[in-house]
C-alpha cells in the first residue's frame, strides 16, 4: 500500500491549532481515508511551548521536523514540501493550522482521487469562492488556495520544486518577475494572470505556476461548489488590525474561538477590520452529501 502525507506547517497560534486537531480527529474518524496517511509537522524556529505540547499529544503516526533557525513563511513551507514529497508516492495533503476541516473532509478527497477524470490533476481544493451550488459538483480551475489541498506529486516536481529555491525565498518579488519574463508568450491568454510582482509568496508562486502546468500539461485545479474546509486564522490577532483571543488561559483562549468562530460578526470584530469581507462557516447542505461527486464542463473564474 502507498504512502501518503499530510504536511502541517506550524508556529505560534495554538488555539488554533488545537481546534484544528479536534476537527481533523472528527473527520478521520467519520471516514477512515487509509492507515497509511502520515503526518509531518514542520515547526518554524521559537514556536511557542504550548504549540509543541500540543504535536506531542497528536493522536495519529508522525513526524516532527523542528527549524533550529529562522525560516520564514515561503522557504519554511517549501523546504517541508521538499521532505513531504520525498516521502509519498502521488499526492500531498497539505494543512495549514488555522484550517477547520469539515467531517466529509477525507470522504471528498477519497472520491476526487478515485474520479478517473479528474486523473490529470495540479491541485484537487475542497475551497469554493462562494458556497453557492450543489455540494456533488466539482469543477475544473485554476486557482490555488492554501486551505487544505492535495497537491499531486507529479505537479509539484514539475513545476514547483525548480522554483523552491535561494534566489526565490531572498527575493521573491523579483524571482517572480523574471517568471513573468519566461511567461510572457502566455499573457494572450486572458486566463494568465500574471504580469507583475504581486503575490510573490509561496501561495503566489504555486497559484501562477497552476496557470503555467494547466497552459503546458493541462493540468487543472479541482474546487467544490460548497466548501469542505473553514479558514479561520485570516481573522487572527496576526491579520489587519485583530484583537487578541479573550482569556488568561489557554483552555480559555480556546473556548472564546469555539465561540467567535461560529458567527461573521464575532469574526470581523476580532479581526478590526471587514477589509477580507468574506469569511464563511461550514454550508448545512453537507450534511446531505452522500458522496457523489459531479465534474461540471470546464470553467475557469476570471
Same mark, same amino acid.
Given at each position: 500500500m502507498s504512502k501518503q502525507i499530510i504536511m502541517r506547517p506550524v508556529y505560534n497560534r495554538p488555539e488554533m491549532l488545537a481546534l484544528s486537531f479536534e476537527y481533523e480527529y472528527k473527520a478521520r474518524e467519520y471516514f477512515n481515508i487509509g492507515p497509511e496517511l502520515h503526518t509531518i509537522f514542520i515547526v518554524e524556529f521559537d514556536?511557542?511551548? @504550548?504549540?509543541?505540547?500540543?504535536?506531542?499529544?497528536?493522536?495519529? @503516526?508522525n513526524t516532527v521536523i523542528k527549524r533550529t533557525s529562522k525560516f520564514g513563511l515561503s522557504a519554511n513551507i517549501l523546504e517541508g514540501f521538499k521532505v513531504a514529497f520525498d516521502l509519498t508516492d502521488d499526492w500531498l495533503l497539505y494543512i495549514e493550522d488555522d484550517i477547520l476541516l469539515h467531517k466529509t473532509y477525507f470522504k471528498y478527497i477519497h472520491a476526487l482521487l478515485n474520479k478517473k477524470e479528474l486523473f490529470n490533476f495540479s491541485v484537487l481544493s475542497p475551497y469554493s469562492f462562494t458556497d453557492v451550488g450543489s455540494v456533488d459538483v466539482v469543477r475544473m480551475d485554476r486557482h490555488y488556495a492554501a486551505l487544505a489541498p492535495v497537491i499531486s506529486k507529479n505537479f509539484y516536481e514539475t513545476f514547483v520544486y525548480p522554483c523552491s529555491n535561494n534566489y526565490f525565498y531572498s527575493d521573491p518579488a523579483t524571482f517572480v518577475l523574471k517568471l513573468n519574463t519566461i511567461y510572457e508568450k502566455y499573457q494572450h491568454d486572458r486566463t494568465y494572470r500574471y504580469k507583475d510582482a504581486t503575490h510573490h509568496q509561496q501561495a503566489g508562486l504555486i497559484n501562477r505556476l497552476c496557470d503555467v502546468a494547466r497552459i503546458e500539461s493541462g493540468m487543472h485545479v479541482v474546487m467544490p461548489e460548497i466548501s469542505r474546509m473553514q479558514h479561520i486564522g485570516i481573522y487572527g490577532y496576526n491579520r489587519v488590525v485583530g484583537k487578541k483571543l479573550q482569556g488568561s488561559t489557554f483552555e480559555e483562549r480556546l473556548q472564546h474561538l469555539k465561540k467567535v468562530i461560529l458567527e461573521?460578526?464575532?469574526?470581523?470584530?476580532?479581526?478590526?477590520?471587514?477589509?477580507y469581507n468574506d469569511y464563511k462557516v461550514f454550508s448545512t447542505s453537507l450534511s446531505k452529501w452522500t458522496g457523489n461527486i459531479i465534474l461540471a464542463d470546464k470553467h475557469f473564474t476570471s
Open positions: 514556536s511557542d511551548s @504550548k504549540v509543541l505540547e500540543l504535536i506531542d499529544n497528536y493522536k495519529y @503516526k461573521k460578526d464575532l469574526m470581523y470584530d476580532m479581526a478590526g477590520s471587514k477589509q
